[in-house]
């Protein structure tokens, strides 16, 4: 069984930067969707970014837009979200998922396409 594992959270000021990345073991990220979505205290979480299998079909959250980006090596088998102009709404339990094989098809509903998960990198950012 796959098991996907988040890291590169932590604690940044506001405009500040951060790089997420994401590794499976078990199994491989490669071939399959891969996201990302997250959840603050409170909220339900919410998709940010996901990724097609070839590297197309890329799709970000208006939240995030102009702001975040997803990207994917095959060489490492990773997934990476670099996060930039950072504010205290983007604090939250980020999770990395793996969706559907050879599709580029990108759904942002957390309850549909999504099998695996990580257990997330918390992202914490001070005002």
């Known amino acids: 069984q796959v098991h996907l594992v988040e890291s590169g959270g932590g604690l940044v000021q506001v405009g500040g930067s951060l790089k997420l990345s994401c590794k499976a073991s078990?199994?491989?990220?490669?071939?399959?969707?891969a996201a990302w979505f997250r959840q603050a205290p409170g909220k339900e979480r919410e998709f940010v970014a996901g990724?097609?299998?070839?590297?197309?079909?890329?799709r970000y959250a208006d939240s995030v837009k102009g702001r975040f980006t997803i990207f994917r090596n095959k060489a490492e088998d990773a997934v990476y979200l670099r996060m930039s102009s950072l504010t205290p709404e983007d604090t939250a339990v980020y999770s990395c998922?793996?969706?559907?094989?050879?599709?580029?098809?990108?759904?942002?509903?957390?309850?549909?396409?999504?099998?695996?998960w990580g257990r997330g990198t918390q992202v914490t950012v001070s005002s």
């Open positions: 998922a793996r969706g559907g094989s050879y599709t580029d098809y990108v759904s942002l509903n957390s309850n549909a396409g999504y099998a695996d």
């Open positions: 078990g199994g491989s990220l490669n071939n399959y969707v």
């Open positions: 990724i097609g299998w070839s590297g197309q079909g890329i």
